[in-house]
Nanobody, 120 residues
Framework: QVQLVESGGGLVQPGGSLRLSCIASGFTFSKYTMSWYRQAPGKERELVATITISGGTTNYADPVKGRFTISRDNAKNTVYLQMNSLKPEDTAVYYC?????????????WGQGTQVTVSS
């Protein structure tokens, strides 16, 4: 059974940093591209960052380029999102997911997410 457990969120002031973690289980983590998504109140969920299997290629949404860094540790089945220079508009619930794992994409599975609030 696939499980995605996100953690590391919290309340931070503008300009601050947070590091999110997502521990995956129930599938062969090292064989899947991983992504972080976020959903702000009243908005659609959006893709934030993606990392390929080996970690050799990463991609970022324009609003977070230069501020966020996605990484992974295949030995720990964990994907990270380092978030620096946080802005109020980064406030959202953050989720991780393997975008090409049809077993969960087809049934719309998401983890519980982790809340990030950027406010003074």
């Amino acid at each position: 059974q696939v499980q995605l457990v996100e953690s590391g969120g919290g309340l931070v002031q503008p300009g601050g940093s947070l590091r999110l973690s997502c521990i995956a289980s129930g599938f062969t983590f090292s064989k899947y591209t991983m992504s972080w998504y976020r959903q702000a109140p009243g908005k659609e969920r959006e893709l934030v960052a993606t990392i390929t299997i080996s970690g050799g290629t990463t991609n970022y949404a324009d609003p977070v380029k230069g501020r966020f860094t996605i990484s992974r540790d295949n030995a720990k089945n964990t994907v990270y999102l380092q978030m620096n220079s946080l802005k109020p508009e980064d406030t959202a619930v953050y989720y991780c997911r393997p975008p090409f794992l049809q077993a969960i994409v087809s049934r719309g599975y998401w983890g519980q997410g982790t809340q990030v609030t950027v406010s003074s």
